[in-house]
Every structure is written in C-alpha cells, then in structure tokens.
T-cell receptor
C-alpha cells in the first residue's frame, strides 16, 4: 500500500488562481515528519517545509500555506495567487521510524503544477 | 552559501565506458546522498554517507560505486552501465548524523544517458 499518496498527477490553472495540492499519508508511528519539496524544470529539488507529527499548527509563508490534519492523515499545500514561477513538480514525503524505513524518505508520486499566464 | 554543486550537468556514455559523477558542498554538512530519478517519478535513494562512512546502500548494483574522499565531496563511479540506468542522478546533503527529520539540500543533478 502506498504510504504517501498524491492523487493529483497534474494540475493546470491560470495565473493568480489559488491551487491546493493534496497529500495523504499512512504510518503507524507516533513520531514522524512530513515534507514538501519543489522540483522546477531545472531539476533541483528545493525544500519547502518540514512538519513534525506533534505540531498540527498550520503554517503560512508568503503565498504558500500548509494544512496538517492528523485526523485525516493529510498535509495539503496551498498556493495563493499562483504565479508562472510556481510551475514545477511538487513532492510530499514522509519520514518515519528508522526501523520501518531505514532513514529513507518515503516520497509521493508528485504533482505536476502548470501555471498558465 | 547554500549550494550543492554537481558536475557534469549532462553525460552520455556507452555501456563499456567508465565515468564519474561529482558532487561538492561547502555548507559543513556531514551527510551526503546519491539519488536516482527516472522521468516523472520521485527520487530513489541509492547511497548515504554519514561522516564519510557509507551508512546506507539500497541494494544498488556494483556497476555503481560511491566514494566520499572528504566531508565536502561525493563521487559516483560508473562502469558497464545499462541503458536502463539512464536517469537524473541527484546529490543531496544534510547537516549531521542520520535522523528522521533531516532537511535535504539537493544539487541540480546529472542527466545521464547510456547508449
């Protein structure tokens, strides 16, 4: 069973629209971390956010916001007033007990976001 | 300076060639990683070095040979590769000993084509 599910393979919106990227995860651990990374066409993965399992406070960073809900095992990412530069593949990832994952990040399949001018 | 530098950016090699990928970081990070990424897929972990010692080898074929000469450098030596090894090879680093909350800093990768 997939441990990190990003059900949206590709999303296309017009610039200035708001867009939400979904991430649903599965773990039996009580201590875990969730991440979002951005991969623009240049190829470099860029860290966006890290959230631990004990901190359900939502976070806002400029036009970016994240909604962590343990009750639904979701860690969704919203871009407000999207811009063409936001076009990229976005990955959600889970880090859980090393006994389960050997320090590996468990990656979602990624969501390709296309922002049209 | 928050940069991981990878060279070359592109590499084309034949199945009998020997080549090396290089990665360098000057952030004082003590863990370095090699990932392989096929098109439209997430990255797959290959190797992790922590304090210059190989800590994780994810059952990677021996035609890939990692080397960590010092805390700033990471190499991936390639020999007798197969066409299916064509992919984007990403290097990453993180601050310290392996933990589950490590934030990774990635290079922009080497796009490898094996003919």
């Amino acid at each position: 069973a997939q441990k990190v599910t990003q059900a949206q393979t590709e999303i296309s919106v017009v610039e200035k629209e708001d867009v939400t990227l979904d991430c649903v995860y599965e773990t039996r651990d009580t201590t875990y971390y969730l991440f979002w990374y951005k991969q623009p066409p240049s190829g470099e993965l860029v860290f966006l956010i890290r959230r631990n399992s004990f901190d359900e406070q939502n976070e806002i960073s400029g036009r970016y916001s994240w909604n962590f809900q343990k009750s639904t095992s979701s860690f969704n990412f919203t871009i407000t007033a999207s811009q063409v530069v936001d076009s990229a593949v976005y990955f959600c990832a889970l880090s859980e007990s090393p006994m389960d994952s050997n320090y590996q990040l468990i990656w979602g399949a990624g969501t390709k976001l296309i922002i049209k001018p | 300076d928050t940069e991981v530098t990878q060279t070359p950016k592109h590499l084309v090699m034949g199945m009998t060639n020997k080549k090396s990928l290089k990665c360098e970081q000057h952030m004082g990070h003590r863990a370095m990683y090699w990932y392989k990424q096929k098109a439209k897929k997430p990255p797959e972990l290959m190797f992790v070095y922590s304090y210059e010692k190989l800590s994780i080898n994810e059952s990677v074929p021996s035609r890939f040979s990692p080397e960590c000469p010092n805390s700033s450098l990471l190499n991936l030596h390639l020999h007798a590769l197969q066409p299916e090894d064509s992919a984007l090879y990403l290097c990453a680093s993180s601050q310290g000993r392996l933990t589950i909350n490590e934030k990774l800093f990635f290079g922009s990768g080497t796009q490898l084509s094996v003919l």
